[in-house]
């Protein structure tokens, strides 16, 4: 029978006291007990920083792979072993600095997989930078000087590059990113969510009580949550100019950012996923993938005729 | 003085001209009568306009190499005859000066040149009125209103204008032009044809049979033959060894193959991805491979520059592959975008940071780069390293006729797999076991039972980060005990070969692609009197230390000859053995060794003393 601790290591966690990335940790092995997959039928894909050691902690096949590139090692993965759920996840500095390359056009592809960043605005493992979602003009207690260069908005480039299922949650809210990461995982195609996340050691900005609204006048949590708030991401005819007119609206709310932070689906559409156009091409691919064929005695003959 | 059946033809005009169509036309047609051929291309970075040349050596015997003089020189345009010396910034002086003596010039007619132009008196012209036959062919077929459109045609005229001056037979060059128009095209084929009829009648009618001294018979055929080249011969070997991923960012020499490979796919069912750079061409191809599909990627100099991290992760997390085709290129950084080089022998020794194994091999000829590749997978497998093909543009893109490959005693070995069954009954599985050869029973990501975790950390047996320092010295023995083993394994006859006599007063050391003119200068180096042997080294990694002690150390004078600056085998071949070289040809122009070259080269050493030769294309 599957419980929680199924899901479990005994590897020892270092991550600093009170940092977000338990929350996220914690919310993926619930997803995956709640959805009931077997562990080896999961795999786990990381980049490099803190975010980087979760899939250690996680008892299913584990790639803790290079700095920015866990995207093109999931992607190799996926394409050839897609009996497989895939969950990559990485921090903001890894998907968004030195990753963003692969990060654009992961999302054109739209494979069947799911993305989770952690986004915390610094790169902790290395004792605290500015790291691409910091706002410009914030210094949080690490940085010699305020942050001088714009920030990037993950769920507008994720929307833009063409991923197909683009949400936010809060690492500290393990219910609604459970919810978030199940809706991600079953969707099909490229599912990006964006996990606000505290780092108590080095950001000391975007903080628990600055995330729960303590600092404004009128004390309310600055996160509100999009569903039931008359705001609908999804596509119901991706035949239509809705598509267009949905991701202009994520767009729009995407750069909701200060007092009233959005989180929940900003956007999701079913097309075809980069799978699914391989198997036009090639419909063995719908029988069974490559690596349960035997590709080993190809006749190349025909290969050889061709040429004399 | 006739001469039969040793003739060298080189076809040249702007880049976008279809010299390529009508040299591998000419070459088909050669081979389909019992000719060998060796055909390979020059060109520019660039897509329509500047000098390209195509040449095409046939021979009674099959080539290795070409040499740099030309029997019958076509010329689509002036440049080709001429150079482009009157520009700002001249490149070169044409090819009319390596006409041989008794050799034609094959141009048109149009460009009304007197014979004082070519500054030669010892060279046939043969002018032809290319517009006036292309308007003729065209008017057949009641096209001659669409001049411009088929303009590009007056190619297949020189072609079958040289085929008239040769007296070759014009059928067997009429069945390869058919062939590229196919289905709906065939009628371009009639034309075509037409028009190359026109070329032949045209030159036997106006200079006579007499003409031109060199002239191409049938021979009877030696077995069915391919025309193939390195692109070709490597996509093939990796459709035989059942590599089911292919990634590949665009880039000269090495896009072809991939090419190549997704216009088969769907016959053969291999993934092939265009990925969005370098980096994440081989990292996918290393996720690929750890989550157990055999795997590979192709690229020249500045891609694999950026696949240096790639290759470290896939070293350290023992990865089983992928293999990665390096075809070098003249670097560094953009350097000659077009032109060969054999310059990335070390940085494909050393690319990434730390020490971890990889596998490198260097096949010297089309026939050794289909059997390498071959190999290279199972390696990738057997050892769970990745595995270097370093190959070059020259071996990439020349042709050579060449027997079927017989691939039945080709055997893929997947290494050492844990099955599910066994998994089943342990409950301890560790992908990173530490066993006494290194290598460790891998599991398939899927397999029940098989749960690893892999990282680039230094890592325990589970693949868990570890900065223990004595399970980072267990696993640094364990991961390069994979290549010492190796290099025990696998047999030296696959490492190296050495050439010609088992003694000689001179031993030529080379590897890669130079193998052909090396191979072939040491004939005529025989003629005139100077006996050598030639070392062919072939893996650079597990190095063939004991077999090349052997080799060298009783060699008298040994000369390194390589395509690049500073002789880096030689280099290598002393790091190993502590043998030194006596003396080094290197060629580092861009342009890949001819086989008089190597005669000259050698002779230079041994005739007039020079200790260390530079050879160019200039």
Redesign the interface.
């Known amino acids: 029978m599957l419980e929680l601790k199924t899901y479990r ?1 005994q ?1 020892h966690n270092d991550w600093c006291p009170g940092c977000g990335d338990f929350g996220i940790v914690n919310a993926i092995q619930m997803t995956l007990l709640e959805m009931q997959l ?4 999961v ?1 786990i894909f990381s980049g ?1 920083g803190c975010s980087g ?1 979760t ?2 902690f996680v ?8 700095h920015g ?1 866990v ?11 897609p ?2 759920t895939i969950v990559a996840v990485g921090g903001d500095g890894d998907g968004l600095g030195i990753g963003a ?2 990060f ?2 992961t999302g054109r592809r739209n494979l069947d997989f799911t993305y989770v960043l952690y986004d915390n605005g610094v790169y902790g493992l290395t004792k605290g930078q500015a790291s691409p979602t910091l706002p410009k003009g914030v210094k949080t207690k690490s940085m010699p000087a305020p942050a001088i260069i714009e920030r990037v908005n993950p769920i507008a480039m994720a929307v833009a590059s063409g991923y197909t299922f683009v949400a936010r949650s809060y690492a500290l809210d393990v219910r609604h990113l459970k919810q978030t990461l199940r809706a991600a995982i079953e969707h099909r195609g490229s599912a990006f969510v964006d996990v606000l996340q505290t780092c108590p050691t080095y950001n000391d900005i975007n903080t628990k009580e600055w995330y729960g609204g303590e600092d404004l006048p009128v004390k309310a949590p600055r996160l509100y949550k999009l569903e039931g708030s008359g705001y609908n991401g999804v596509v119901a005819d991706p035949s239509t100019d809705e598509v267009n007119t949905k991701k202009g609206n994520a767009l729009v709310k995407s750069f909701e950012w200060g007092d009233k932070i959005p989180i929940g689906v900003f956007f999701k559409m079913e097309v075809p996923t980069f799978e699914d156009q ?1 198997a036009l ?2 419909p ?2 719908k029988e069974k993938p ?2 349960e ?1 035997d ?4 006749d ?5 005729d061709e ?2 | 003085m006739t001469v039969t059946n040793s003739f060298t033809w080189m076809i040249g005009g702007p880049q976008g001209s279809g010299i390529n169509s009508v040299a591998e036309n000419f070459a088909k047609a050669c081979i389909r009568g019992g000719l060998h051929i060796f055909a390979n291309i020059e060109y520019h970075s660039n897509i329509k306009g500047e000098h390209s040349f195509y040449r095409l050596r046939v021979e009674s015997k099959a080539p290795r190499s070409h040499v740099d003089w030309v029997d019958l020189l076509v010329a689509l345009d002036r440049e080709t005859i001429f150079g482009d010396m009157n520009k700002p910034h001249p490149t070169h002086r044409g090819h009319r000066h390596e006409v041989s003596p008794g050799g034609g010039i094959i141009y048109d007619r149009s460009l009304n040149l007197t014979p004082d132009s070519f500054g030669r008196d010892d060279i046939k012209l043969f002018p032809i009125p290319y517009m006036d036959l292309l308007v003729e062919a065209l008017k057949e077929f009641g096209k001659d209103k669409e001049l411009s459109k088929y303009q590009v045609m007056v190619n297949t005229i020189a072609l079958g204008a040289s085929l008239g001056l040769s007296d070759y037979d014009f059928d067997l060059a009429t069945e390869a032009i058919r062939e590229g128009f196919t289905g709906r095209k065939a009628a371009l084929g009639d034309l075509n044809v037409s028009a190359a009829k026109r070329g032949y009648d045209y030159a036997k009618k106006s200079f006579g049979e007499d003409a031109f001294q060199i002239k191409l018979r049938k021979q009877p055929l030696s077995g ?5 080249r390195g692109v ?1 011969a490597v996509a ?1 070997a990796k ?4 590599c ?2 292919q ?1 590949y960012y665009p880039i000269t020499p090495a896009t072809d193959e991939s090419e190549y490979l997704e216009s ?8 092939v ?1 265009q ?3 370098e ?3 081989i ?11 055999r ?1 590979s990627t192709s690229t020249s100099g500045p891609g694999f520059s950026l696949m240096a ?2 290759l470290g ?1 896939a070293g350290i997390t023992e990865a089983p592959g992928p293999v990665v085709v390096l075809y070098q290129r003249a670097g560094p950084a953009t350097g000659l975008p077009t032109r060969t080089e054999q310059a990335d022998l070390r940085f494909a020794l050393h690319a990434a940071h730390g020490e971890f194994p990889r596998m490198i091999i260097a096949p010297g000829d089309v026939v050794e780069t289909y059997y390498d590749t071959f190999d290279a997978f199972n390696y990738a497998e057997h050892y769970q390293v990745p595995v270097i093909l370093l190959t070059d543009k020259f071996l990439a893109s020349t042709y050579q006729d060449i027997p ?2 017989n ?1 039945d005693n080709l055997k ?1 070995d ?1 290494g050492d797999i844990v099955r599910e069954s066994d998994l089943a009954t342990s409950t301890d599985y560790r992908r990173y076991r530490l066993t006494e050869l290194g290598i460790s029973p891998r599991a ?14 230094e890592h325990d047996e589970y ?3 570890t900065e223990a320092s004595d399970i980072r010295i267990k696993m640094m023995r364990k991961r390069m005990r994979k290549i010492e083993l190796a290099g025990q394994v696998i047999p030296d006859s696959k490492k190296a070969t050495l050439h010609g006599p088992k003694s000689a007063p001179v031993t030529l050391v080379g590897w890669g692609s130079s193998k052909g003119a090396i191979l072939d200068g040491m004939e005529d180096l025989k003629a005139d009197g100077i006996e050598t042997n030639f070392l062919q080294v072939r893996y650079v990694n597990p190095f063939p230390d004991n077999f090349v002690q052997q080799a060298l150390s009783q060699a008298r004078r040994k000369i390194a000859i390589e395509n690049n600056y500073s002789a880096q085998m030689a280099g290598l071949i002393r790091e190993k053995t502590g043998i030194a070289m006596d003396n080094t040809i290197v060629k580092f122009d861009g342009r890949p060794f001819s086989q008089n070259e190597i005669y000259e080269g050698v002779k230079d050493i041994i005739k007039n003393g020079i200790k260390e030769v530079t050879v160019s294309h200039a």
């Open positions: 290591t590897v077997e562990p080896h039928r795999a490099i050691k899939p250690h008892n299913a096949y584990g790639f803790h792979t290079l590139r995207l093109p090692i999931a992607t190799g993965a996926r394409l050839s072993n009996g497989l390359g692969h654009v056009n391989l091409r090639m063995a691919l490559f690596v064929q590709i080993y005695n190809r190349i003959t025909p290969l050889l040429l004399t | 069915k033959r391919m025309m193939i070709q093939i459709l035989k060894a059942g089911g991923f990634t088969h796919q769907k016959d053969y069912n291999m993934i991805v990925a969005e750079d980096i994440s061409a990292n996918m191809a290393t996720g690929a491979a750890h989550a157990g599909l795997s991290e790639g992760w079927l490959f691939g893929v997947r398939i990501p899927g397999q029940k039972g098989g749960i690893f975790w892999t990282t680039g950390d693949g868990h980060i």
